[in-house]
């Protein structure tokens, strides 16, 4: 009877959670749109620093290939939240690991990169240029680019939805499973009580 009761506390716990490893990608598309995302994406949080030059990432230097990187460090640092691999539609989820010998992408939020926010990488085929900074406040729209092809957010370029919740204090165990987890557990301890 308690193993049935750990079983079932078991399931209800891990139920609603996917375990299904995806991945942002830049689609194919003019390097114009593709740098435009990557200027985004290095710019509200993604770890843009495997792609600078000397960079485990930075090979292959093409946009495509660096937008792709910090499209998904993006992507994963947000907790693959829905809506924030879209960039206006230049990039999409997939579960094939795009990762090549060498350059591991993320694959979660535990496993995408420092604190180190870069700014905009201008990357034409052949040249990149780069200049790593470090964000010392917590509101996520103080890191954007204040130059380049963006300026900012609000430019229509990100992930797409009004109102997403970009705080990941839960450590991606969402209000949810604790409701989930508190009755399992009240069900438990009533088996166990009246067993």
Do not use: E
Request: with cysteine; net charge negative.
């Amino acid at each position: 009877m308690a193993a049935l009761v750990l079983l079932l506390l078991f399931l209800a716990i891990t139920t609603g959670q996917s375990s299904a490893t995806t991945w942002c990608v830049c689609k194919d598309g003019a390097d114009t749109s593709l740098q435009k995302t990557l200027d985004y994406a290095c710019g509200a949080g993604a770890d843009c620093g495997p792609i600078h030059q000397n960079g485990p990432c930075y090979n292959p230097n093409t946009v495509k290939a660096h937008c792709s990187y910090a499209v998904n460090s993006y992507f994963q640092r947000k907790g693959q939240a829905q809506g924030s691999c879209d960039f206006a539609g230049t990039a999409t989820v997939t579960a094939t690991d795009p990762s090549i010998t060498g350059c591991a992408y993320p694959s979660s939020a535990s496993t995408a990169g420092t604190g180190t926010t870069p700014t905009p990488v201008t990357a034409t085929p052949g040249t990149t240029t780069t200049t790593p900074t470090t964000s010392t406040t917590t509101s996520p729209y103080t890191a954007t680019p204040s130059s380049g092809v963006l300026g900012g957010i609000g430019t229509g370029l990100g992930p797409t939805g009004a109102g997403i919740n970009t705080d990941m204090s839960d450590g991606g165990f969402g209000i949810q499973y604790s409701f989930l987890s508190f009755f399992a557990l009240l069900f438990q301890g009533l088996v166990l009580y009246w067993g």
